[in-house]
């Protein structure tokens, strides 16, 4: 049986999107991809455009880069959704100067009662060199207690490095 809602976590490009596709995918269910980040430039189009084609088709996409609340109450128990990713809500959240905690308080619930299986990435940023400027530090120490939070929530945890799993919290279906 597929957890209700499962958190995936590793560094960047370590194949934690491609993992979690694979999870959405072996449930069977109707497939909702919930896209948080906000294309600013051809750089991030790039990536966009080849998360697409990994992904592949049968899948919708949701895109709500701050309040994931309504669109995630919206879902149905009979669907399956990959929020990705977490990381990139969080910098939409600095960028757009929202107050932290009470946007993280908003997500938590928001996972909380979304009716459908949820599957969120989110980056481990922790693992680094301290960054050499404050507001870096300030969202390296964010995204820690928002991984924490969101690790607390979850009934599987696994961290995903070198494209390899490894489960920290739960049991892999």
């Not at 669109?71 to 809500?89: G, H, K, R």
């Not at 996972?111 to 969202?139: K, S, W, Y």
């Amino acid at each position: 049986m597929h957890p209700k809602y499962t958190l995936i976590i590793g560094g960047a490009a370590s194949g934690k999107s491609a993992f979690a596709e694979e999870l959405v995918v072996a449930t069977g269910k109707s497939r909702k991809y919930f896209a948080t980040s906000q294309v600013f430039d051809q750089e991030m189009r790039s990536k966009v455009d080849r998360h697409l084609v990994q992904r592949g088709t049968g899948w919708e996409t949701i895109e709500e880069p701050l309040e994931p609340g309504p669109a995630l109450s919206a879902l149905s128990a009979d669907d399956i959704c990959l929020f990705d990713c977490a990381t990139m809500w969080l910098s939409n959240q600095m960028l757009a100067g929202a107050d932290l905690k009470a946007a993280q308080s908003r997500l938590i619930e928001a996972i909380r009662t979304c009716p459908a299986q949820l599957v969120m990435v989110t980056n481990e940023v922790g693992h680094g060199i301290v960054p050499d400027n404050a507001l870096a530090r300030q969202f390296r120490e964010a995204q820690g207690r928002l991984n924490i939070a969101l690790a607390a929530e979850a009934n599987l945890v696994v961290l995903v490095t070198a494209g390899l799993p490894l489960v920290l919290k739960g049991q892999l279906p």
